[in-house]
């Protein structure tokens, strides 16, 4: 055998003769300093955007996996001001009743797209047909009563149920229906149908002395009132009808009959400007509250201006539909906790008549419930937010976020909100969400706000450039350039798909910044979409049950000659000196 010679090669050998002696020279170390300084500086570019000319950028993966781990975290904690929800119900989610006690488990699952601090606020936006309802706002309330918090909801497309297996009409099936499977105590106010439970505004009044209460009863049923009409351009009439309104309330509660029908009994009374004049036996606050109306005694005309003003907003409620569900004695739940879930159901057809009073009752269930520190979230669903009106929205979206509540907003159309709000509440509304979802708005105003609200990213292009002359010929040079450009145009938004969106949430963050928009193609689970199915069959048999069971029983003709008689009596009218003086001994 041969044997064989085995040789190392020294790395040196590689290299070019001569190489070290140029690399430790002068221009050779400026040389390798010029290389150092172009790979440093193209690193800091990719990876801290430095100097960048726009710096708005799409979330991903990394976003998504963030918003869940904080997500998850929250879930497990159940703090009442740190909420997550999510779409898509976790697979192997489950729930049963141990010990009496119902226990939900949620784990994590990667395919869900999780929205943590819900707790400050959600809103979405979009055209009819875009997906918002079923896509996003009804998923997120079903997270919630995955997690058993207490929710109320406004049910603009509220209907009879046909059947068991019809499609559903408006939220309440689909909603209500899951709820109830998984334990909750379900109320419904929805006047006009005979499963409809019964709340009367004045028993929201502690006392006849609680001005601050009946203000807001006033304030919420005049501009609901208002709603869709244009302005009169007169704030006089409106501010003085206010209060009129607000001091009938607080006249009202301290009678024997406390409900809309003796307000509307007090304010026909003939010449009522006089009657309070010498009404010297009323309680001192309610005389205060009339203090406005008695000071434009003098000139009849005015007063009687604003007698109709008040008087239009009452004679509005005197139909069978209205009077039974919101005269007599309250018995929906004033303080939601656990598993409870109220149902305000509009009826479009009597929407007029209507809504003043029940956005009203809404208005007022939700300033009761956090005016506390909750022990457990609460959770308020609004879909078709601009048919209704609620003075005190911007303040539970900037203040009462820590005291628990959780508003999810829906609208299809911008330009509807501020309609509804004017532009500067609609600008607080909007900048009071921060989690937002925006889906395909149909719409060229909505859609250039809403790309200028996501703003400009940078995009590179290399530029090619020839010139020509000289003795060399022509000669060809290429450059990189940077530019920007919308990170999502109006186009863009006007052509999603449905179930499309652009989602931002506070959870959604990397690279130190938080809020990083995902364009999200929304996937609901099929166990999901079956569990609809379900939710629509015990709804069904729920809404006749409470049909059946029905107390509602629209006033009768008496009841109204009983009240007008009380009204008399309260605030008799002295014609002359004899009278007044045979008064004035009975005080």
Not at 225 to 236: I, R, T, Y
Request: proline residues 5%; hydrophobic residues 40%.
């Amino acid at each position: 055998m041969t044997p064989t010679n085995s040789q190392s090669v020294n790395p040196n050998q590689l290299l070019p003769s001569g190489i070290e002696s140029v690399l430790i020279s002068p221009a050779g170390l400026g040389l390798l300093a010029c290389g150092a300084v172009i790979v440093v500086a193209k690193y800091i570019d990719a990876k801290a955007g430095i100097a960048k000319l726009a710096t708005a950028r799409w979330g991903g993966a990394a976003e998504k996996t963030a918003a869940r781990k904080l997500a998850c975290k929250q879930i497990n904690k159940r703090k009442h001001n740190r909420v997550s929800l999510y779409v898509g119900t976790p697979k192997n989610t489950s729930s049963e009743v141990v010990g009496g006690i119902r226990k939900t488990k949620i784990p994590s699952d990667s395919k869900t797209l999780y929205l943590p601090d819900a707790q400050r606020g959600i809103f979405v936006c979009g055209g009819p047909g875009c997906g918002k309802s079923f896509s996003m706002i009804n998923p997120l309330l079903r997270s919630a009563i995955d997690q058993g918090f207490p929710l109320a909801l406004y049910d603009f497309k509220y209907a009879e149920q046909e059947s068991a297996y019809s499609p559903s009409k408006g939220q309440a099936p689909v909603l209500a229906g899951y709820a109830l499977l998984r334990g909750y105590q379900v109320t419904v106010l929805a006047p006009g149908f005979a499963e409809s439970a019964v709340a009367n505004p004045i028993d929201f009044l502690r006392n006849n002395e609680d001005s601050e209460m009946a203000r807001q009863l006033a304030i919420t049923l005049n501009r609901n009132f208002q709603l869709g009409e244009k302005d009169s351009g007169n704030s006089f009439f409106t501010n003085a009808g206010d209060q009129l309104v607000q001091a009938v309330f607080m006249l009202a509660k301290g009678t024997q009959y406390p409900d809309i029908m003796m307000c509307q009994a007090l304010l026909g009374l003939p010449k009522l400007v006089k009657r309070m004049e010498q009404a010297e036996n009323l309680n001192f606050m309610v005389r205060e509250a009339f203090a406005q109306f008695v000071s434009v005694a003098g000139s009849p005309e005015t007063a009687a201006s604003i007698v109709g003003t008040a008087s239009g907003l009452f004679s509005r409620f005197m139909v069978p539909a209205a009077l039974a569900a919101f005269c007599g004695k309250t018995n929906i739940p004033l303080d939601l906790k656990g598993r409870q879930m109220v149902i305000f159901g509009m009826n479009k057809e009597k929407r007029d008549v209507i809504a003043p009073l029940l956005v009203s009752i809404l208005h007022l269930i939700i300033s009761r419930n956090v005016a506390y520190k909750r022990t457990c979230p609460l959770v308020l669903g609004i879909d078709e937010l601009p048919t209704l009106y609620l003075p005190a929205l911007v303040d539970w979206l900037n203040q009462n976020r820590e005291d628990g509540l959780i508003s999810i907003l829906g609208l299809q159309n911008l330009s509807m909100l501020i309609e509804a709000y004017g532009e500067n509440t609609t600008n607080a509304i909007f900048g009071g969400c921060a989690t937002k979802a925006f889906f395909n708005p149909q719409d060229d105003v909505a859609a250039e706000r809403f790309s200028k609200f996501l703003g400009d990213e940078e995009i590179k292009y290399k530029q090619r450039s020839r010139s020509s002359g000289g003795k060399g010929g022509a000669s060809i040079s290429n450059s990189d350039q940077n530019s920007t450009r919308k990170l999502f145009d109006i186009n863009q938004f006007n052509t999603l798909p449905e179930g499309k969106a652009v989602i931002i949430s506070p959870g959604f963050r990397s690279r130190g910044q938080i809020s990083i928009p995902i364009l999200q193609n929304i996937h609901i689970p099929q166990h999901e979409i079956d569990s609809e199915v379900t939710s629509v069959g015990a709804w069904y048999k729920f809404q006749k049950s409470l049909a059946s069971k029905s107390i509602l029983k629209p006033p009768a003709d008496q009841e109204m000659k009983i009240r007008r008689q009380a009204a008399l009596e309260l605030l008799p009218l002295i014609e002359n000196q004899e009278q007044l003086s045979e008064y004035a001994s009975l005080i």
